[in-house]
């Protein structure tokens, strides 16, 4: 069952987008088209992960991949009731009740490995730091490969360590939650293409580059930096598979910014600057993902109106080159560009 990334028909992995944009049918056809798709299971149950997995094995007999959300340890009750009180009159004005007691999240951990090592699947992928060296052994023994995360080149070595087959090298430019191992650590803002030999340097691993790869020249450079694969996240959001609603597609297109912020969930992300991160990224505290549970019922709200001032807009630097149509044919476009 174990996958080579390094020996991929088409060097392209999808990235997991937890949340909803990551669907089967987006993992699918990004497999189809001779990548390695993958599904988000972060933020959802081990059984809605294991349904999500039944839906892709009926649909192909190709590789995929499953990415975790590693648990931290319980974050700072009062600076999130702070944060809190903060965004009341806002949730207020909407008809919004916010939490009022948000308690420790493992995001279902233990019982999603327990369903992985029941079941295996071809990759699993971690975000936001490693299994223990005896979690990733016993998903080794399934043959499971593994990926992990990884923004700096301390993180490579910490990753080599417990045991990754791969690391995927994650650069600033990257849309959505940055993969720092701690939730108080800033994301550096070494450009991929540094990155990329900086961790070369502390490792022989394969690496997977992912960040503001939108286009064949960007995908070409990455490889030529020592990747073995890229990945895509909002290179593929505007995809007919792809889960993201409406008003975020529109807004790849429409909004000409991005920030990293906390000021949806605690942990530094890049999204399209709106006016929710203007007022209120600065207060945001460094706790995740008490701050993600905090604001879930506002940026609900938000989604329901369409107010991308409100949403979460998550997006890498080059979200204006998002195409729409099929994935698989993004996906063999970009490649075909790629090898130009």
């Not at 993992?27 to 999500?52: E, H, I, P, Y």
């Not at 394969?206 to 939108?214: E, K, T």
Request: proline fraction near 9%; hydrophobic fraction near 45%; include cysteine.
């Amino acid at each position: 069952m174990a996958v080579r990334l390094d020996e991929l028909a088409v060097p392209v992995i999808g990235a997991p987008m937890a949340g909803g944009p990551s669907t089967p049918g987006l993992a699918v056809a990004v497999s189809r088209a001779g990548g390695l798709g993958f599904l988000a299971a972060g933020m959802k149950t081990a059984s809605g992960m294991s349904d999500q997995i039944a839906a892709v094995r009926k649909a192909t007999d190709r590789p995929y991949g499953v990415n975790l959300f590693v648990p931290g340890p319980p974050g700072d009750g009062a600076a999130v009731a702070a944060y809190r009180e903060r965004l009341r009159p806002e949730a207020e004005q909407w008809g919004v009740t916010l939490p009022e007691v948000i308690g420790p999240d493992r995001d279902d951990w233990e019982a999603k490995l327990a369903a992985l090592l029941a079941d295996p699947v071809p990759v699993v992928s971690y975000t936001f730091g490693l299994p223990t060296a005896e979690e990733a052994a016993a998903l080794r023994a399934v043959g499971t490969t593994q990926v992990g995360t990884v923004t700096t080149p301390e993180e490579a070595l910490a990753a080599e360590a417990v045991g990754m087959d791969a690391l995927c090298v994650q650069g600033p430019e990257a849309g959505g939650h940055r993969g720092t191992h701690r939730v108080a650590d800033e994301p550096g803002e070494l450009p991929l293409l540094e990155l990329l030999p900086a961790v070369r340097q502390v490792t022989a691993l394969p690496l997977v580059a992912a960040g503001g790869l939108g286009d064949g020249a960007a995908v070409a450079a990455a490889l030529r930096a020592g990747a073995v694969a890229v990945q895509l996240g909002t290179a593929l959001l505007r995809s007919d598979e792809s889960g993201a609603p409406a008003a975020h597609r529109a807004a790849l297109t429409e909004l000409p910014e991005t920030v990293v912020t906390r000021a949806f969930t605690g942990r530094p992300a890049r999204g399209l600057r709106n006016a929710f991160i203007d007022r209120h990224g600065p207060y945001a505290p460094p706790v995740y993902p008490e701050v993600n549970h905090l604001t879930a019922p506002l940026r609900a709200a938000a989604a329901r109106r369409g107010d991308t001032g409100a949403m979460h807009l998550w997006a890498g630097t080059a979200h204006h080159l998002a195409r729409t149509g099929p994935a698989e044919t993004i996906v063999t476009e970009l490649w075909r560009a790629a090898r130009g």
